[in-house]
């Protein structure tokens, strides 16, 4: 499975972006899949993921502000990222599991470049 992020950029403060990643060589419909994000000298945290039947999860400091959703007829993962703070700057991953994962970095089997998202104040 080959995933590709995109969808990052520069934007200020309150400010919405949507990330996208595009996924290939799998049955898409069978993956998990997850968006991770890691900033410089920090851990790889977990922000959210929509299994593979449905059922979206998020990191409970990040509810209600960003939203994933996933268009399996064109293998495409999205995170809708609104009300941005500078502390969302990072680089973004999404990550695929097949079948069930438990959103662990270290458990997901596919990883993407990642896109980077700056978050002026």
């Known amino acids: 499975v080959q995933l590709q992020a995109s969808g990052g950029g520069l934007v200020q403060a309150g400010g919405s972006l949507r990330l996208s990643c595009a996924a290939s060589g799998g049955t898409f419909s069978r993956l998990s899949m997850g968006w991770f994000r890691q900033v410089p000298g920090k851990e790889r945290e977990f922000v959210a993921g929509?299994?593979?039947?449905?059922?979206?999860t998020y990191a409970d400091s990040l509810k209600g502000r960003f939203t994933i959703s996933r268009d399996n007829a064109k293998s495409i993962l999205y995170l809708q990222m609104n009300s941005l703070e500078p502390e969302d700057t990072a680089v973004y991953y999404c990550?695929?599991?097949?079948?069930?994962?438990?959103?662990?970095?270290?458990?997901?089997?596919?990883w993407g470049k990642g896109t980077l998202v700056t978050v002026s104040s």
């Open positions: 990550a695929a599991d097949l079948l069930s994962t438990t959103w662990s970095s270290s458990g997901m089997n596919y």
């Open positions: 929509i299994g593979w039947r449905g059922g979206n």
